[in-house]
């Protein structure tokens, strides 16, 4: 069946460092991809997403890439702040979403 | 326009009893997901409807769980006779249409807690 794996936390990083959260993926589909976010004390909210091979999605300075050929869909930032801490998921859909187990990232000032 | 809502945000219960909880999806979004979300298990799907109409609750941990869907603006998850590992964030999520291009719309959760 399908199923996300994405690198287990958690991530501490400095203020303004580089941002890589690993994300592979198994699908028999041709799946969506996505990235969730959830800061403390909310929900799930949408990060970015791409539908197809190739597609880069794009948002708050996140990115991540549709890589078929790898089955990935690493998670990118250039200089993340201390806003960003909040816990990332990962998940694909096909028939149905499915969830990675998240990773907490921690920025410190 | 408002989000997924979701009653009450904190629950505190003794164990035995039963514990309700509620949730409004967006209005005019078709499917409707609970999930769990606990520190070892991470974010698991108990049940689902499609049209308030269950589709698949293979995720349901037992029958002391139960979901229903009345209407297409409100739903219930229930819990009877509640236990302490019951303890968790609940989570409902609506969207329009299911499959590759959907995304879901998190409430911000009930923090249960049994004692």
């Known amino acids: 069946g399908n199923s996300v794996t994405q690198m287990e936390g958690p991530v501490t990083l400095s203020e303004e460092a580089f941002l890589t959260i690993n994300c592979t993926y198994t699908a028999t589909g041709y799946p969506s991809l996505f990235w969730y976010v959830q800061y403390p004390g909310e929900g799930l909210q949408l990060l970015l997403k791409a539908t197809k091979a190739d597609d880069k999605g794009s948002n708050k300075g996140f990115e991540a890439t549709y890589r078929k050929e790898t089955t990935s869909f690493h998670l990118e930032k250039g200089s993340v702040q201390v806003s960003d801490s909040a816990v990332y998921f990962c998940?694909?859909?096909?028939?149905?979403?499915?969830f990675g187990a998240g990773t907490r990232l921690t920025v410190k000032p | 326009d408002a989000g997924v809502i979701q009653s009450p945000r904190h629950e505190v219960t003794e164990m035995g009893q039963e514990v309700t909880l509620r949730c409004k999806p967006i209005?005019?979004?078709?499917?409707l997901f609970w999930y769990r979300q606990t520190m070892m298990r991470g974010l698991e799907l108990l049940i689902y409807f499609n049209n308030n109409v269950p589709i698949d609750d293979s995720g349901m941990p037992e029958d002391r769980f139960s979901a229903k869907m009345p209407n297409a603006s409100f739903s219930t998850l229930k819990i009877q006779p509640s236990e302490p590992r019951d303890s968790a964030v609940y989570f409902c999520a609506s969207s329009l249409g299911t499959g590759p291009y959907n995304e879901q719309f998190f409430g911000p959760g009930t923090r249960l807690t049994v004692l």
């Open positions: 209005s005019g979004h078709d499917y």
């Open positions: 998940a694909l859909s096909d028939q149905d979403m499915r």
